[in-house]
Structures are given as structure tokens and as C-alpha cells.
């Protein structure tokens, strides 16, 4: 049994290399090389071909949108695209890889040489350079029944899904990231942080690391400090949330000071992180390029984007995520933790398309943090699954500042919306929440009330305005709310002389 060191004791005599492998399952309507839709959750076994099922005589299209979308991803972390490529065959023999090779790039990758600016907690800036991205196929799902763990070995028997066979993948491989110290988990963890939101941003994938439309393996390795030789790395596989990300790189840390401590040898190969405990288990030995027998892929033409896509598909870039968040807080006066609270939960992009549509900043912020996030929040739902547009919610911001609604009918309003009765206005008209600033309609209510509470309104007649209130809210409940409640008011000080 191998001991842990002591997080500060590893980072005061070993140097940590990094090394991040993210795989991100783009969001196109068809695989990466046949016609077969890639909705997620589909019943087992509906979503494949004689092509992804690497049938005899099957032969592989490009999906044109997946390249797009690799190229855009490549642009996006500052890499160049190599301007001709080939996919190649990696061999290997796995029950959920129904062909016994992956179609992949080897030697000739797509994007390389590019580089993200990940900036962490405390403002510190760490260029990550990027080694390659590249463009392959995920497999298929293996599930092993009977077993304690879900693994495969103890289980009864074990049932495969190929639906995901043939779903566009990007690999994105960092190069070493050396001399973060201490800091290593916390580079890895905003690394793919930044990483995700990056290509959320582009609209290329959903990037849900719980349903595994993106996956980092981590690379580690440690040095003594100061011998400036790397030492072997382990390489640990799908790990699956960012706080993993993290522990994960702080666990190989400790445990692998604990192996040098004790003079023994690291050993290369893939590690599996366990959730439950935050701690790696011994995987397979690593195998090395040799053992794939990587060849060209004969089936496919090669790949080769012209300077002028490339700079068509430049030109379709969004502004960085991270550039974009620093625009907004400054635009709308955040502090760092109401920008990361309106992150979180998910309502920037629907603010500031609300704003977009007209409203000010502070109402639309209002609205979406706290009336709308309760009416998520009862149904379960995330913010940007209710069934109102940001055009709608600055069209009720609107017509409260026109004076139309005040606050209780604007509510109203947006509840009518969310139920699907049609847009504000013809939810105002259908439901009659317009606000009653009509001075004959007024009166007779403001009348009716001063009637009914008569020592009330000799109190304001002999000169005590402060009890005007109650005949406001008489006024109010009378009209269902809908008043002009400013309004009412004057018109009691004029009643009363
Ligand atoms: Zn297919």
C-alpha cells in the first residue's frame, strides 16, 4: 500500500508536469461519418448504419460541420490549421468499437500549435500552450450488469449501445504546462473551466461534462525540484466534473511523491479516478503509438480547408467568453460575486439579450434573478428553459415604465406568458391588467372608500396626510390592484380638500 504525502510537503520538493487531454463531443445533427442522428438519450441500438456499425462494404463520409466546427475550435485557441490532412485507422480490439478501429488523425492533425491565456482565481495568467486538436469518432457504451461497481470485472454479463459510435469527436492536447507548483490542480481546473466555456460560446457542443460530451484525462508527472528532469507520467481517464479535474491532479500529486519517497518507480500507464473517494486506481499499462499501427485511412479523401474557409470561419468567432464577462461587469457595475452568481446562474446571456431588446440593465437583472429564477426554480427547470423570451421580459420592464403596470400586474403579466396565454400586450388585454390612471374611475373609488372609513377621512381632513394609506389600499384592493397608486393618492388630498 502506497502512502500519501502531505500536499505541502510535495510541492516544497517536487515540480509538477501537467499535461490536459479534453475530448469534446460536438453537438452536429449527424456521426462524424454517416447520416445517423446523435441525439443523446435515444433508445439503445436506433441511432446506427452499416457505416458505424463497420459493416463489410460500408464506406465513411466527412461530416463537412464537425471539420467547421474542429477548425473554429482551432482558431478560437490561436492555432494554425494545417491547410491538408488525412485521417488515419487506429487499431485497436474493444467490444463498444464496433469496427476494431477508431478513425482518427495521427500525424496530421487539423489545428496545431495554439495556446489559451487561463486566468485563475487571484488574477495570475498562465499561458497554456496547445499542442493539437484533432478530429475523431467517439465509441460506443459499454454497460456491465451484475457487478457491484458497474465495472466489468464481477459482472453477469455486459450490453452494448452503439448509438454513440461515430459521434464527432475533438481531442484538444495541451503541451506540458511545467512550473505551476503548488498551483497545478487549481491551472488544471481553470484550464477547463475556460476551455468549456470557450467552446460553449461557439455553439459547437453542449459541453456537459455529467453526460460526457466532454471528458479530460489528466497527465502527470512529477519532478524533484530543481533536477529539471521530467519524470514518468500516469495518465488519468474521464474525469468527469471540474472539481474532479482538480482532485484528481492533487491526488497523482501526493501519490506519486509517496512512491518517490519510498524509491520506487513510477509506472506508465492509465490511472481511473474514483469519485466517491478522490483517489486513482492502477488502469491498464500505457500502451505507446506503436501499438496501434496507425495508418492512413484509405476509405476517406483527404482534408484539405482552403485559407479562404478558414478566414470565412475566423470571421464567425465570438467574442471570448472571458473578455465578454470583464464588458459586461463593467458596463452594469458587478462585483466579482454578483457577475459569478449571474454566471452560475445561467441568466448573462439572458440579460443581456433582454437588455439587446431595450430594457435597462438593472431591471432586466432584477426580473431574471429573482421572479423568473423562483418560477425556475418551482418547476425545476433551468432559467433558459422558461418559456419567455428576453423580448418579452423588456417588453413588461416597458410597460411598467410607461406606466401601464406597476409591479403586482407586471408579475401577472409574465405569469400569464410563462402559461403560454401569448405576448405581454395580449396578455394585458386578455386579462384586462391594465393600470387604472383614468381620473373618473378613480374618483368614484376613491369616493366609495373615503365613504366607508369616514373617521379616516376626517383624520385627513383635519390635516393628517399620513393616513391617506389606508384609503389607498381600500382603493387598491377595490380595483384589484390595478390603480395608479401615486394617482390615488393625490386625488384623496384633493377629495379631502
Ligand atoms: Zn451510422
Known amino acids: 500500500m502506497n502512502t500519501l504525502v502531505d500536499y505541502p510537503s510535495v510541492v516544497e520538493r517536487y515540480e509538477p508536469t501537467l499535461g490536459l487531454e479534453v475530448h469534446v463531443e460536438l453537438s452536429t445533427n ?54 491538408w490532412g488525412r485521417f488515419a485507422r487506429k487499431n485497436y480490439f474493444y467490444p463498444d468499437m464496433p469496427k476494431n ?35 475523431e469518432e467517439d465509441t460506443g457504451k459499454s454497460l456491465h450488469v451484475g457487478g457491484a461497481t458497474g465495472r466489468i470485472h464481477g459482472a453477469d454479463y455486459s450490453l452494448l449501445d452503439y448509438n454513440r459510435a461515430g459521434v464527432p469527436l475533438i481531442e484538444i492536447v495541451t503541451k506540458m504546462i ?46 524533484p525540484a530543481g533536477s529539471g528532469v521530467l519524470g514518468t507520467r500516469t495518465e488519468t481517464k474521464n474525469v468527469n466534473s471540474l472539481r474532479s479535474v482538480e482532485r484528481a491532479v492533487r491526488y497523482e500529486m501526493s501519490r506519486q511523491a509517496g512512491v518517490l519517497d519510498a524509491g520506487g518507480e513510477i509506472v506508465q500507464e492509465t490511472r481511473h479516478f474514483e ?5 486513482t486506481r492502477a488502469g491498464r499499462r500505457k500502451e505507446t503509438s506503436e501499438d496501434y499501427r496507425y495508418f492512413p485511412e484509405p476509405d476517406l479523401v483527404p482534408i484539405a480547408p482552403s485559407a479562404e474557409w478558414v478566414e470565412e470561419l475566423r470571421g464567425t468567432l465570438p467574442e471570448k467568453p472571458w473578455e465578454r464577462r470583464a464588458r459586461i461587469q463593467q458596463a452594469w457595475g458587478l462585483s466579482d460575486e454578483e457577475l459569478r452568481d449571474l454566471v452560475n446562474a445561467g441568466a448573462l446571456d439572458l440579460i443581456e439579450a433582454t437588455v439587446a431588446a431595450g430594457a435597462p440593465a438593472g431591471e432586466a437583472r432584477s426580473w431574471w434573478v429573482a421572479y423568473l429564477a423562483q418560477q425556475a426554480n418551482s418547476r425545476s427547470v433551468e432559467l433558459a428553459e422558461l418559456p419567455i423570451t428576453p423580448a418579452q421580459v423588456a417588453r413588461v420592464i416597458a410597460l411598467v415604465a410607461a406606466g401601464d403596470l406597476n409591479n403586482k400586474l407586471a408579475r401577472q403579466v409574465v405569469d400569464g406568458v410563462l402559461a403560454g396565454e401569448g405576448e405581454p400586450d395580449a396578455v394585458v388585454e386578455s386579462r384586462g391588467l391594465k393600470v387604472v390612471s383614468d381620473d373618473g374611475a378613480l374618483i368614484a373609488a376613491v369616493d366609495e372608500a373615503l ?32 390603480a395608479d397608486a401615486k394617482r390615488v393618492r393625490e386625488l384623496i388630498i384633493e377629495r379631502c380638500g
Open 178 to 223: 511545467p512550473d505551476t507548483g503548488g498551483r497545478a490542480p487549481e491551472v488544471a481546473r481553470a484550464y477547463v473551466t475556460q476551455l468549456r466555456d470557450l467552446i460553449s460560446s461557439l455553439g459547437v457542443s453542449d459541453v456537459r461534462m455529467d453526460q460526457g460530451s466532454m471528458r479530460c484525462d489528466v497527465n502527470l508527472s512529477l519532478s
Open 451 to 482: 365613504a366607508a372609513q369616514p373617521d379616516v377621512a376626517d383624520k385627513i381632513r383635519s390635516g393628517k396626510v399620513q393616513a391617506a394609506g389606508a384609503i389607498v389600499g381600500a382603493v387598491m384592493k377595490a380595483t384589484k390592484g390595478q
Open 30 to 83: 449527424t456521426k462524424m461519418f454517416c447520416g445517423c442522428p446523435t441525439t443523446f438519450g435515444a433508445e439503445p441500438n436506433t441511432q446506427v448504419c452499416p457505416t458505424c456499425l463497420g459493416l463489410p462494404g460500408s464506406l465513411p463520409v466527412v461530416n463537412r460541420t464537425a471539420v467547421e466546427s474542429a477548425i473554429r475550435i482551432g482558431l478560437a485557441l490561436n492555432c494554425s490549421i494545417a491547410p
Open 275 to 279: 469519485e466517491q473517494s478522490g483517489t
Open 101 to 135: 478501429f477508431q478513425t482518427s488523425q495521427y500525424d496530421e492533425p487539423i489545428c496545431v500549435d495554439g495556446y489559451m491565456d487561463v486566468t485563475l482565481d487571484d488574477g495570475t495568467v498562465v499561458r497554456v500552450g496547445i499542442e493539437r486538436a484533432h478530429m
